[in-house]
Nanobody, 118 residues
Framework: VQLVESGGGMVQPGGSLRLSCAGS??????????MAWYRQAPGKQRELVAI???????NYADSVKGRFTISRANAQNTVFLQMNSLKPEDTAVYYC???????????WGQGTQVTVSS
């Protein structure tokens, strides 16, 4: 499985970015995988930002609720993260994750840098 993130960059506080993660090489249908975005800031542990399960249920970290939206396009094997009202504390490398729960299979992208600064 290969996951390729895109859409990162530098933005001013209050701005928006949309991250994309395109997947390929799945053994099973993309729609059967839970897809998630994690992030890791310098000197901190990687943390879950948002997840969309195979049936489509979404969950978010408290710190991003109301500002970030995760969505998936199963026909394109792609998951998105719309990030609005960005804050400096959102600065991190953002990673895409695919998880196939029946086999406990876990896959990661290479990450994309998001920097929020004035």
């Amino acid at each position: 499985v290969q996951l390729v993130e895109s859409g990162g960059g530098m933005v001013q506080p209050g701005g928006s970015l949309r991250l994309s993660c395109a997947g390929s090489g799945f053994t099973f249908s993309f729609s059967m995988y839970a897809m998630a975005w994690y992030r890791q800031a310098p000197g901190k542990q990687r943390e879950l930002v948002a997840i969309v399960t195979a049936p489509g249920t979404t969950n978010y970290a408290d710190s991003v609720k109301g500002r970030f939206t995760i969505s998936r396009a199963n026909a394109q094997n792609t998951v998105f993260l719309q990030m609005n009202s960005l804050k400096p504390e959102d600065t991190a490398v953002y990673y895409c994750n695919a998880n196939f729960q029946p086999l406990a299979s876990d896959y990661w992208g290479q990450g994309t840098q998001v920097t929020v600064s004035s």
